[in-house]
């Protein structure tokens, strides 16, 4: 499930940037690039980092204004990323991939309800209230124009926004992302029942397991709901 993980990533990356024109790939890495975007604009390895894809890096980025993060993904036992720090490129955080195998359940209630987005306003929203959780922009029209691949929810308490969360199914696999909550509708466990919900809503679409990328604080919680660690991402950044 490591592959699949990662794979299930990338092609949301991938999915978000293409009506833009914002894919590529070289013969070692992948890219996702929208200049006048912050996300995703990501850089990722296809194989273990080499000193011949570095190169390559380097000069792919020559004519780059806009900041890229590469994710480092720790599979290979080789201690790599130590090339992308002697080349300058800046450590910017850690996440952990976690997998969870899905098992048939009584579908529960949850005390929140989900508006999926598919308007151009709802998708302005979803927006707005992502940059207020993580401090980082989405952009609104990457999510209206891929809501018939990707799933973006509003997620409200009464009629009170308090985050937001994003679903991605690549086969049997279902991706868990941007589960953000309001700084002020924090410690109420608004997160975990927002879990509950997308894991039986994975289970309705016939996903088999689910995948998602931990920060280190937010751990505890997917471990406590049956997560398993499978490898660790360490993130850089372009100076």
């Not at 890495?29 to 570095?54: K, M």
């Not at 955080?93 to 195998?101: C, D, P, R």
Request: one cysteine or more.
């Amino acid at each position: 499930m490591i592959q699949q993980n990662i794979s299930n990533l990338v092609s949301l990356w991938n999915t978000m940037s293409q009506p833009f024109n914002g894919c590529g790939q070289t013969p070692y890495f992948q890219y996702q690039y929208l200049e006048e975007h912050v996300w995703p604009n990501r850089i990722c390895f296809t194989s273990d980092i080499t000193a011949q894809g570095l190169k390559r890096l380097t000069t792919f980025l020559k004519d780059k204004q806009t900041p890229f993060t590469i994710p480092y993904w720790d599979v290979y036992q080789s201690e790599s990323e130590t090339l992308l720090k002697d080349a300058g490129f800046i450590p910017k955080n850690e996440q952990y991939a976690m997998v969870l195998k899905l098992s048939k359940s009584e579908i529960k209630k949850s005390p929140l309800s989900f508006l999926k987005v598919e308007t151009r306003e709802n998708a302005a929203l979803w927006s707005h209230l992502f940059f207020r959780a993580f401090n980082y922009q989405i952009h609104p029209d990457l999510i209206y124009t891929s809501r018939e691949s990707v799933q973006s929810f509003i997620v409200y308490t009464n009629e009170d926004p308090v985050g937001t969360v994003m679903y991605y199914q690549t086969g049997s696999v279902a991706g868990i992302h941007a589960l953000g909550i309001l700084p002020e509708k924090r410690r109420n466990g608004f997160a975990e029942s927002i879990m509950y919900w997308i894991l039986d809503y994975a289970t309705l679409h016939n996903a088999t397991h689910a995948t998602l990328q931990a920060s280190i604080m937010g751990m505890h919680l997917y471990e406590k709901l049956g997560f398993n660690k499978q490898f660790r991402i360490q993130n850089f950044i372009t100076g």
